[in-house]
């Protein structure tokens, strides 16, 4: 294989690549063969219409030329050229017959290339994390217990509605005699003392669960055009429930995998200091990254990539005045603000991609897939499945792009503080695995 490159401008590139007829003559014949096997209606076995072998050859050829041949050679090409594409090459020609070498010529573009970045230009204050103190700890435990809460229905002779009290009611509403939008609901559930449906609360109180009764009230602003008019509703209360708090006892313990109260503390206190720990990481990356953007002087960006924001720019807003009657003015303001907030991101795209290559960092994608396979669940979706759906495709690429960013700020904070720098060995990683999926995963 021989490749050639020539610079067709600002960042653009053209690849021809050539492959001989000794390296490409078994493909030729592998594709030759399995054609002549074809049988046409009409026609003895191997025996075709005449020319339509080669023409169904060139044909078949060319789709195996775009989708393994091609790629593989410009890959090596590319290599050989130490040049790496930020946007995918597109073929822009191809030759080909049973007795020449393949030929093809692809353009691209390619990232700009900037200087190694002066760390020394950071401003980055350290701070200390802030202490867990006994407050934080039993605020922490107190909302592990309230998840842990269930309602249970009150019994007894004489049990009516009171404060925090959490009821299940039907109503049924008309205004001078007329039912309304939104006037009917069935077994709505809320707390007494909250904001939910808060409108009901007072006509509730002191009601059995089995009673009926008619409340006059003035509609709030969740009914819409009808909000500030007269009602009457109708309520049937069905039950009467009182949150029942978990026994803290060894069942409870064993849900968060330690031994006894003690135990549980030091675990939320653990808890808490990491979640500091990660805001004031949080807090660092942002700092520098307020300030990377300015240390760097303009340069191009690949002109296929600013398009491709721009359209989806485009599309937003198209998604956007579908849903909403938006003004031209407002409409021509958010696409300027847009497409700029577009080249913005793709400006500290590749200044993070310059700070990780020049600190040769290595990026563990299984970080990502895991964060992907975690999204996937909660969908209830597998993960491989998820993948490979546009929509799954580029969910994976944003948090790929994410966590790429968030490891290059961080090494820059390392940097300006002086912090020793991990290394962590990228480990291969092809695709997105479910548990139960049917690939290797040794």
């Not at 001078?176 to 449906?197: C, H, N, P, R, V």
Request: hydrophobic share 35%; with cysteine.
């Amino acid at each position: 294989m021989n490749s050639t490159v020539e610079e067709l401008g600002k960042l653009k590139y053209s690849l021809a690549l050539e492959v001989s007829l000794d390296e490409i003559k078994p493909t030729y014949n592998a594709i030759y063969r399995e054609l002549k096997k074809t049988r046409l209606n009409g026609f003895r076995p191997g025996k075709h219409p005449k020319g339509w072998l080669d023409k169904r050859f060139k044909v078949a050829m060319q789709q195996e030329a775009v989708d393994r041949v091609i790629p593989g050679y410009m890959d090596d090409a590319l290599q050989e050229h130490s040049l790496r594409p930020a946007t995918m090459p597109i073929i822009q020609k191809i030759d080909f017959d049973l007795k020449s070498p393949l030929s093809a010529i692809l353009h691209f573009e390619i990232a700009p290339e900037l200087p190694k970045l002066n760390y020394e230009k950071i401003v980055l204050e350290r701070k200390d994390i802030e202490a867990v103190s006994a407050k934080n700890i039993s605020e922490e435990l107190e909302g592990l217990i309230q998840r842990e809460e269930i309602l249970v229905p009150k019994v007894g002779e004489d049990v009516k509605v009171e404060k925090d009290d959490w009821v299940l009611i039907n109503y049924e509403g008309t205004i001078e005699g007329e039912k309304f939008t939104d006037s009917t609901a069935t077994e709505m559930q809320f707390k007494i003392g909250s904001s939910d449906l808060e409108e009901f609360h007072s006509g509730l109180m002191n009601m059995s669960s089995g009673d009926e009764k008619d409340v006059e009230l003035a509609l709030p602003e969740r009914f819409g055009e009808n909000a500030g008019k007269k009602a009457i509703f109708k309520i049937y209360l069905t039950e009467i429930s009182a949150v029942k708090r978990p026994e803290m006892d060894e069942d409870f313990f064993k849900k968060f995998g330690v031994a006894d109260e003690d135990e549980l503390k030091e675990k939320v206190s653990e808890n808490i200091k990491s979640r500091k720990t990660a805001e004031l990481q949080s807090e660092y990356r942002i700092a520098v990254r307020a300030q990377l953007s300015d240390l760097y002087d303009d340069f191009n960006l690949p002109e296929e990539l600013v398009k491709y924001g721009q359209e989806q720019v485009e599309r937003e807003l198209e998604q956007a005045s579908s849903e909403k009657e938006i003004p031209e003015e407002e409409k021509e303001k958010r696409r300027q603000e847009g497409i700029e907030n577009a080249k913005m991101d793709l400006r500290m795209k590749f200044i993070l991609d310059s700070i990780g290559e020049h600190e040769e960092m290595k990026f563990d994608k299984n970080e990502a897939a895991r964060e992907f396979v975690g999204l996937a669940q909660i969908t209830g979706q597998s993960p491989d499945e998820l993948i490979k759906s546009p929509f799954g495709h580029d969910m994976y690429e944003r948090i790929v792009v994410r966590k790429k960013g968030d490891a290059t700020l961080d090494r820059v904070v390392a940097r300006v503080f002086g912090d020793p720098i991990e290394e962590f060995a990228a480990e291969d990683h092809e695709h997105v695995h479910d548990e139960n999926c049917e690939h290797d995963h040794s």
